[in-house]
């Protein structure tokens, strides 16, 4: 059983900046990737960004790429999403989840992929 909380998130302004973390309760957090998801009020829960066990290798939704930057600390049992020059479309509840297997492009994009998820934490976008 894996615990993930995040925190981070908050109100910014449109063009702003955030940094949200999700840390771990296990130990063996360099053995699960690591995704992040956001989900809008009456929407499905999306695709952000994830990070493969092996952490040179990331992977982004078009309409974050370049703005956002996924990244993770195993001594620290934490991953991050660096989020820069904020929309007002990217308001949403955030969620990292995890994945006791190995990720690929394909599955990172798909929430069946992930067995832990945490609570969430809204970031809103004023413009």
């Known amino acids: 059983q894996v615990q993930l909380v995040e925190s981070g998130g908050g109100l910014v302004q449109a063009g702003g900046s955030l940094t949200l973390s999700c840390a771990a309760s296990r130990r063996t957090f360099g053995s699960y990737a690591m995704g992040w998801f956001r989900q809008a009020p009456g929407k499905e829960r999306d695709f952000v960004a994830a990070?493969?066990?092996?952490?040179?290798?990331?992977y982004y939704t078009d309409s974050v790429q370049g703005r956002f930057t996924i990244s993770r600390d195993n001594a620290k049992n934490t991953v991050y999403l660096q989020m820069n020059s904020l929309k007002p479309e990217d308001t949403a509840a955030y969620y990292c989840?995890?994945?006791?297997?190995?990720?690929?492009?394909?599955?990172?994009?798909?929430?069946?992929?992930?067995?832990?998820w945490g609570q969430g934490t809204q970031v809103t976008v004023s413009s």
């Open positions: 990070i493969r066990r092996s952490y040179s290798t990331t």
């Open positions: 989840a995890a994945s006791g297997g190995e990720i690929t492009y394909g599955s990172s994009r798909n929430p069946r992929s992930y067995d832990y």
